[in-house]
């Protein structure tokens, strides 16, 4: 069966501390896989599509990458504004381009 | 660009009436129109899949004359939810998918949401 499991299910960064959040993923023939950030009450933000192994990309102080197992979103010298739910999804193969969501990882940036 | 907006941000209704919530894709056109339902503390759950011109195709367990789903347009989804009752409040979630075929159009653009309070 297809899922998504993050980890850590939360996580508590003092102002600077850098870290990594994982997403594992059991789906073959993966499409592209998605990073959103999603801060309560609101809806998610987008933040990267990866598509295959190997691939990174770089946003402010976020970093994702892929491997085929795996993704993981780097977060350097975080801020208190980067505080927030990080979600990942993946798209399997097939034309109903529905994703599989992960349950998220809530961070929380100390000041 | 990629904005997608959602009307209203809030409801409060009484139970037995029905609400309309839409959803827009403000900068660009949309195939398919996503509609999510989120809980508290929990990850986004699926409730549809919403093709232009076409029936929506509901998620198991989803009633669809409960949900009613019209995407009329190429940026227009609209989310009935009919005769509300207190078990439906929850916070509601559309995305857009952006027109065409290439790999790089996959994304899926996310609403701000609605929150259904239903008394």
């Known amino acids: 069966e297809d899922q998504v499991t993050q980890s850590p299910e939360a996580l508590r960064l003092q102002e600077g501390e850098s870290s990594s959040l994982n997403c594992s993923y059991t789906v073959s023939g993966l499409r592209g896989l998605f990073w959103y950030r999603q801060d309560p009450g609101k809806g998610p933000e987008f933040l990267f599509t990866?598509?295959?192994?190997?691939e990174e990309k770089e946003k402010e102080r976020l970093k994702a990458t892929l491997t085929k197992k795996e993704s993981f979103l780097h977060i350097t010298a975080p801020k208190p504004e980067d505080s927030a739910t990080y979600l990942c999804?993946?798209?399997?193969?097939?034309?109903?381009?529905?994703?599989?969501w992960g349950l998220g990882t809530s961070l929380a940036v100390n000041p | 660009g990629a904005v997608v907006s959602q009307h209203p941000s809030w409801v409060i209704c009484k139970s037995g009436t029905s609400v309309k919530i839409e959803c827009r894709s403000l900068?660009?056109?949309?195939?398919?129109m996503f509609w999510y339902r989120q809980f508290p503390k929990q990850s986004l759950m699926l409730m549809a899949t919403s093709n232009e011109g076409s029936k929506a195709t509901y998620e198991q367990g989803v009633e669809k004359d409960k949900f009613l789903i019209n995407h009329a347009s190429l940026t227009l989804s609209t989310l009935t939810v009919t005769s509300a009752h207190p078990e439906d409040s929850s916070f509601y979630i559309c995305?857009?998918?952006?027109?065409?075929?290439?790999?790089?159009?996959?994304?899926?653009?996310f609403g701000p949401g609605t929150r259904l309070t239903v008394l």
């Open positions: 995305s857009a998918r952006q027109f065409g075929t290439s790999s790089s159009y996959n994304e899926q653009f």
């Open positions: 900068d660009f056109q949309a195939t398919t």
């Open positions: 999804a993946v798209e399997p193969p097939g034309n109903n381009r529905k994703l599989i």
């Open positions: 990866l598509y295959s192994a190997g």
